[in-house]
């Protein structure tokens, strides 16, 4: 018997979105970029993509990490996340001055932050890092609230990549766009759709 609406919470209805970070520093006359991918998706229909995903970690390994996967496994990565109703979405900024990666950061989140909002997403879960990094994150949030680059209904935590592998996605996503732009094996065309965004960094 289905549940009555009454028990259900209503943000379940709502997107949500998982984030993660990826960067390369300058080299060989390359500008550095940094890269923050979000993956989008119903929060209720995630269960079969994180079982998916849970099932192409390898023994005794606690999640998928991309760029420690052979390029074999990396593709067999992509096609999982692109048989799956999630649309991600890549802000890549340039260039990276490997001095000012938390500015970096800044600079993108914001721009991500901002069509997340646009994009109808109630819930975006940030992969968490050391506690004054994510206050760090927290204080850009009400900035931008403040200045209402964001509604003030999105919300914004931390999860951490042992306990959800919705945050492998943009793990991959973002390094296979780090990837492609380095001369490696492009399997952006396997994951589904992408869109990317490029902004010039201070």
Same mark, same amino acid.
């Given at each position: 018997?289905?549940?009555?609406?009454?028990?259900?919470?209503?943000?379940?209805?709502?997107?949500?979105?998982?984030?993660?970070?990826?960067?390369?520093?300058?080299?060989?006359?390359?500008?550095?970029?940094?890269?923050?991918?979000?993956?989008?998706?119903?929060?209720?229909a995630?269960?079969?993509?994180?079982d998916?995903?849970?099932?192409?970690?390898?023994?005794?390994?606690?999640r998928l990490?991309?760029?420690?996967?052979?390029?074999?496994?990396?593709a067999?990565i992509?096609?999982?996340?692109g048989?799956?109703?999630?649309?991600? *979405?890549?802000?890549?900024?340039?260039?990276?001055?490997?001095? @000012?990666? +938390?500015? =970096? !950061?800044?600079?993108?989140?914001?721009? $991500?932050?901002?069509?997340?909002?646009?994009?109808?997403?109630?819930?975006?879960?940030?992969?968490?890092?050391h506690?004054?990094?994510n206050?760090?994150?927290?204080?850009?949030?009400?900035? *931008?609230?403040?200045?209402r680059?964001?509604?003030?209904?999105? @919300?914004? +935590?931390? =999860? !951490?990549?042992?306990?959800?592998?919705? $945050?492998?996605?943009?793990?991959?996503?973002?390094?296979?766009?780090?990837?492609?732009?380095?001369?490696a094996?492009?399997?952006?065309?396997?994951?589904?759709?992408?869109?990317?965004?490029?902004?010039?960094?201070?």
């Amino acid at each position: 018997m289905p549940a009555e609406p009454a028990m259900l919470d209503a943000d379940d209805f709502r997107l949500h979105a998982w984030v993660d970070e990826s960067m390369r520093a300058a080299r060989d006359g390359a500008d550095g970029i940094y890269l923050m991918a979000a993956a989008v998706a119903d929060p209720t229909a995630c269960d079969d993509v994180r079982d998916n995903l849970r099932a192409m970690t390898e023994k005794k390994a606690e999640r998928l990490h991309w760029r420690h996967e052979t390029p074999e496994r990396q593709a067999k990565i992509a096609a999982v996340i692109g048989n799956h109703d999630i649309v991600n *979405l890549v802000v890549v900024g340039m260039p990276l001055d490997a001095r @000012r990666q +938390e500015r =970096a !950061r800044a600079i993108c989140a914001e721009r $991500l932050l901002y069509e997340l909002d646009d994009l109808g997403v109630a819930h975006v879960w940030l992969e968490t890092r050391h506690q004054a990094l994510n206050q760090r994150d927290l204080r850009l949030v009400k900035a *931008l609230r403040g200045k209402r680059s964001i509604s003030s209904s999105i @919300r914004v +935590e931390f =999860a !951490r990549p042992k306990d959800e592998p919705m $945050l492998w996605i943009p793990d991959a996503v973002a390094g296979a766009v780090n990837g492609a732009r380095s001369g490696a094996a492009d399997v952006l065309d396997d994951m589904g759709r992408i869109s990317i965004i490029d902004i010039a960094l201070p």
